[in-house]
T-cell receptor
Framework: GAVVSQHPSWVICKSGTSVKIECRSL??????MFWYRQFPKQSLMLMAT?????????EQGVEKDKFLINHASLTLSTLTVTSAHPEDSSFYIC????????????????FGEGSRLTVL | GEDVEQSLFLSVREGDSSVINCTYT??????LYWYKQEPGAGLQLLTY?????DMKQDQRLTVLLNKKDKHLSLRIADTQTGDSAIYFC???????????FGKGTTLSVSS
């Protein structure tokens, strides 16, 4: 199956610093990637939709200047949490839509393993 | 807006069947998914079903869809301790668009 890799898996940073999380599709091209945030014992909340070569679309209530998303290539999207604060501590998960040539697209999204951010 | 609801907890004995239920509000939902999340890990797609199907079976997993009632269920036969995880129901009305997730059902399997 299609593989999505996230890096880093765990990151601890000081308050006020910026952290970049990478999301890569390893064996397929992804024109669209989605960034989710998951609080403990809660569901995944969509933060933004990242489209290759264009600006990301943010969900209501998500600060675009706080969470910078860049989708510079068909296999890489990055999420940068700027000036991180303890309330930004969370589990961030990316997912990618795979365009499979010659196969029916089921709408399936492939998820990365997630990145746990802890801001001290 | 769109909403997906699940019961939060389910506890079963090893060897029994587990049934996890989900309801959704978006009548235009076309694709419905079940994902599994083990502690500290990402999401693993278990199975999916199209809205024009009533049932889908895949080894120990059976998905039932009642489109009229907007009700989706996941049955795990012969539940094992390794099935202990959080199970998320998700839906979308268009292939490849963002999924709307339920809050997840924590399945606890005791031996």
């Amino acid at each position: 199956g299609a593989v999505v890799s996230q890096h880093p898996s765990w990151v601890i940073c000081k308050s006020g610093t910026s952290v970049k999380i990478e999301c890569r599709s390893l064996d397929f091209q992804a024109t669209t990637m989605f960034w989710y945030r998951q609080f403990p014992k809660q569901s995944l909340m969509l933060m933004a939709t990242s489209n290759e070569g264009s600006k990301a679309t943010y969900e209501q209530g998500v600060e675009k200047d706080k969470f910078l998303i860049n989708h510079a290539s068909l296999t890489l999207s990055t999420l940068t949490v700027t000036s991180a604060h303890p309330e930004d501590s969370s589990f961030y998960i990316c997912s990618a839509r795979a365009i499979m040539l010659g196969r029916m697209n089921t709408g399936e999204l492939f998820f990365g393993e997630g990145s746990r951010l802890t801001v001290l | 807006g769109e909403d997906v609801e699940q019961s939060l907890f389910l506890s079963v004995r090893e060897g029994d069947s587990s049934v996890i239920n989900c309801t959704y509000t978006d009548s235009s939902s076309t694709y419905l998914y079940w994902y599994k999340q083990e502690p500290g890990a990402g999401l693993q797609l278990l199975t999916y079903i199209f809205s024009n199907m009533d049932m889908k079976q895949d080894q120990r997993l059976t998905v039932l869809l009642n489109k009229k009632d907007k009700h989706l269920s996941l049955r795990i036969a012969d539940t094992q301790t390794g099935d202990s995880a959080i199970y998320f129901c998700a839906e979308t009305h268009q292939a490849g668009t963002a999924l709307i997730f339920g809050k997840g059902t924590t399945l606890s399997v005791s031996s």
